[in-house]
Every structure is written in structure tokens, then in C-alpha cells.
């Protein structure tokens, strides 16, 4: 019988997943943080490691190196979880000897059991087979039956069943960090509050509640940010994470429909006359898989505008021939225009002059320098929100 | 300060402590490097192609800048450095050009007052860190290139 080590700190996912590897006849155990994974590590000698890299007391990248740095386990195969959105973490895991890295999100409990499949037959732990990815398996395919349905659908009844109570402690959580009045007490509720999202996340992938798995995981990654350079909390980060926690509570609300379990397509216009920050947009929306159409010209914009709908605007303010302002208040005149969220990206000096946004029709404003994950964040709430709005 | 790196350890208090400082001893120097590099990485997701494209984009933009600028503190045209060192602050503050960004505010801040009173000088170490900025990523891009032959 193969033999399967869990590291993973959220008991629920943990035990989701040794439940799973079980049933499927492997020897699963769990350990709930990386000390603990390694100890059980040289007792239990696994033939695969499923590891989250989110963990308390050492971070999953120190395992990984830990786990390399011991001949016996230089080779062992290490499956690590990550998030989708915390992309320097997920190269320094493979740097470190990850065998395999997957986003949490596109890997509910039936797709784990592929891949722990694929890696147990193709893997080092049977060097007589090639480790490509993607090789016949010589055990039965899995059987994506009415039980797995079944399983992920009373995963996700149990989950959104909890899920007001999950605002409550969400909301709570937001008020101390926003409350705080001391760096070390902001510190401290950051990373409350990131606990409790990471929490969510993780609960939200294996439930196969796809808008908010990644909602969560973008503010988890954000999160993250502010907790380990406090010098990007400001005014701007602080309304970032007020709006996604209010936010999670409208997807509590709209998303959790079978139907909507995906990020839907969306068409958004990035308007800015400066390469630089045109492409600094792009590659922030990329991350969440938005794709984006990008003009330096206020008047081509506002031509682009009137022959095509957009999801999202973003503008840059201060442009030569029409300001963001007045390109807002132009396509606010526009049919096709009049609800579309617009998100005016403005240097730090400017911030005052939200009254100018709102009052030529805004919703919303981002600060240069802006951080990435906070304008993915952003993107993110506007583009599901338009999309999961119950029709009026 | 500096935390340490997020986890989510249950025993422990997450909030780090600040050390006491010692009585009288100096703050000691802390060196502030011309790039963020984790901002650049950051952006770029570690594709070295992509953070190739951003580095060639912004060298290319600020060098017409820097162009714009100098005629404009030359012509003591205010409106048009401010102008200009606005949108250069833009883009150099979103990829963390930390030494350069204060020099160019301070350049938008003479512009929209209307009086240049110091722009020449603050132009001068402007267009000097550029260039330290230059060689400091021509070594982060391709450490085998001598950083002075680099975007020079």
C-alpha cells in the first residue's frame, strides 16, 4: 500500500483529503504543520508528500529545502499546493526541489487523487516508469462518479452552511486591523484576518466554490503583502480590504450556484498615456486571467468605447487632450456605459480628489504606486460583481 | 521593521516585538537600493522575457522623459515639467524606483508651482540616478555584463 503524508493546517481540507486517498486504498496520515510533517516524515516513510505552503511554525519552502537537504528524501516527490496568486512564492517552491505545484483552486479532492496516482505510477517512486507527466497509468482511471458529485456537493452544502458565520468572524476581523492603533496590534490582526481567509480559501477549492476560492486567495495573497511590508498599509490597501471582505459577504450571498462556479470572461479597457503603467496593468490583470485592451489615447478610448461594451474600465487621470475625468464623464453619456464599473488609477497625490471621481460618475480609484494584488483584487470584485448581480 | 514572513501559526502571536533600541547607540545605516527588484519580480511573475520587455519599456520611455525635461527646466517652462515629471513619477514609482521617484516629485512639485527655482540641480541628480538605475538592472538582467557598458 503507497503511503501518502498530508502536510496541511486547515483541518477540514486535511481531512477531506486523507478520507479521499484512503477510500482510494492508499495509507494517508496528516500532519498539521511542517515540524510535524518532517518528524512524521522519518518515521512514516511516504512515497509522496501533499504539502500546503501556507503553514504555521516553518513555511512550506522551508520544508520543501528541509525535506531535499536529507538524502533519504532528496528524491522523494513533493506535490505542493499553492496560491494561484502568490507567484514568487510559488518559483522560490520550485527552486526549492517542488516535484509538482498546483493551485489550490483548480485542485478539488478527485483531481488530488489524479495526481497522487500519476505521480505514485510515473514518479521516483517507481523508477521502472517514466516520471513524464501525463503517462498511461497502469491503475484504473478515477471514476468521476454520481458518489464524487455527491461527495462535493455535501461538501459545499456543509460549507455554505457556515458561511454566515464565517462573515461574522470575517467582518470582525477587518474592524480590530482597521481599529488597530499600533503597528505591532495592525501586525497582529493582519495576519488574524489572513488566517481566517487563507481559511476560506482552502475550505471554498475543495468545496469546488470556485468565485470564492479566488476571491479569498487574491486578499490572502494581499493580505500577506501588507503583513510583511506594512509600509504598503494605507488609505487606498485599507479600502481594498474592506471592499473584498464586503464583497466575500455578496458572494456568501450570489455566488455559491452551481452555475456560477467559474470565473466568467470579461472584456476589460486599460486607458493610460504612459507605457509603462499600461503594461504594469496588464500583467496585474493577467494574474487573475483577465484579459485586457490597452490605448494610451483618451480619444481612441472613448471612440473604442462607443462601438463596444466593456466590463471594466481603468483610468489614468492625468492625460494629455482629455483627462481620465473628463473621459469618465463622456462615456457616462453612452448607452452602452452608463453602469459600467470605472476605476481611476492615480498617483498618491491626487487622492484627495476622490470628490472629482465620484462626481464624473467613478467608482472607484487606485493609488500609484499602486500593488499589483491590490489592483487584481479590485479587478476581480468588479468584474464577478457585474457578472453575479441578480437581474432587477 | 521588518516582519517575518507571514504563517499561520496558532501558538504563537504573529505581531513581532520591536527591539529596544540602545541608548545612544546611532540607527545603523540601512542602504537603499535603486530598484525594488521583489516589486519587479512581482510584477513579472519571475519571467525573466517578461521583466526584459517591462526594463526595455521603461528605459526607453524615461530616456525621452528625461529629454522632455531637461528642455523644459532649460526653456524654464513650468506647466511642462510638471507635466512630465508627473508621468514619469507614475511609472517609476509602480516599479519601485525608490531613489528616483522623490527627485522627480520634487521636480512636479517646482512645475506646479510655477517657480523652478532649484529644477536645474534637482534635474542634474535626477538624470544621475537614472543612470545608476540603468546599470543596477543591466546587472540584475545579465550579471556577465560590466554594469558601466550597459545602457550607457
Redesign the interface.
Known sequence: MKKILIIE?DQIVSNVYRNKLTVEGYQAEVALDGETGLKMMRTFQPDVIVLDL??????GVEVIKQIRSEADFSKLPIIVFSNTYL??LI?DAWKAGATKCVSKINCPPKELLELVRRTVVGGVVSPALPKTEGVPVTKPAPVVSEADAEFQAELRKTLIASLPATLVALRAGLQSFIKSDT???Q??HI??L??RV?AVNGNASIAGLVPIAHLAAALEAL??EL????KNINSSTLRTVAATVDFLGFLFEHGTRPDKQEIPPASILVVD?????R??II??LE?AQLQSVSVEDPNAAFKLLTENNFDLVFL?V?M?GMTGYELCTKLRNLPLHKKTPVVFIT?L?DFDSRTSSMMAGGNDFIV???L??ELTVKALIHVLRGKLQPAK | MKPPPINNDETTSAAPTAPSPKAGAPAPAVEVLPVEMDRLNDLTDGNADSLRELVDLFFKQTTQQLAQLEAAVRANKAEEVRRVAHSCVGASATLGMTRFVPLLRELEKQGASGTLTTAAQVYEEAAREFKLIQNFLAAQLNPATPPDAAHS
Do not use: C, G
Open positions: 493546517d501556507m503553514l504555521p511554525k516553518m513555511s507567484t514568487n518559483q503597528e505591532v496590534a501586525l497582529k495576519h488574524e489572513y488566517r487563507h493580505l500577506k503583513y510583511e511590508n506594512p498615456d504612459e507605457a509603462v503603467s503594461r504594469a500583467y496585474a494574474k489614468d492625468d494629455p498617483i497625490s500609484k504606486p499602486f499589483f494584488i
